[in-house]
């Protein structure tokens, strides 16, 4: 008989990481820097995010996580169509900006920049390295955050800058015209 048999030693300790190390933990990893965006006219709102991933190129299809609590929440839960901005490295202000970094809230967060729709109508920011029109294909809720799946509908991107990545707490650049 396996020892496992005779009893579950994870039933004996607490597995679980504590919330602190977790966070300073997943600080370690850079990611491309990016903002999504969702609403019309004053009903608008966004985040910051680095959690966006591509999850398949047929059908093309991307993923990013967001915490329920987030302010633009109930925004994406209700119009279900949305913008993924992937910032240069010369928009941090913007990547400050729906950080709430500067306490703007809302529809205030898109001052200063221009901003165009595409198919879906969501809010597309003119100059993003790479802007994704999407529409929520599916949710899945688990603990505090929602995983969304992304269907691409439109998209435009530009190559003549470095993307803004964010890693240990700084913004840095990576690529660009070569």
């Known amino acids: ?83 993924i901005n992937a910032l240069a490295s010369e928009q941090q202000h913007i990547a400050d900006r729906f950080a709430g970094r500067d306490g703007a809230k809302g529809a205030a967060r898109y001052a200063n920049a221009d901003w165009l729709t595409l198919s879906t109508g969501a809010p597309i920011l003119a100059d993003a390295l790479v802007a994704f029109d999407c529409e929520l294909e599916e949710r899945i809720d688990r603990h505090t955050h929602s995983i969304v799946i992304a269907k691409v509908i439109e998209l435009r991107t530009r190559a003549d800058a470095p993307a803004l990545v964010y890693g240990q707490g700084i913004y840095d650049s990576v690529g660009g015209k070569s």
């Open 1 to 83: 008989m396996v020892l496992d048999e005779l009893f579950n030693i994870r039933d004996l300790v607490d597995w679980e990481v504590p919330d602190d190390d977790f966070k300073r933990a997943m600080r370690a990893f850079v990611g491309s820097v990016c903002v999504i965006t969702v609403g019309e006219g004053e009903e608008r709102s966004g985040l910051t995010a680095t959690s966006v991933i591509s999850l398949s190129a047929e059908p093309p299809r991307m993923l990013f996580c967001v915490n329920r609590s987030a302010s633009a929440w109930p925004l994406l839960d209700k119009y279900k169509r949305f913008g």
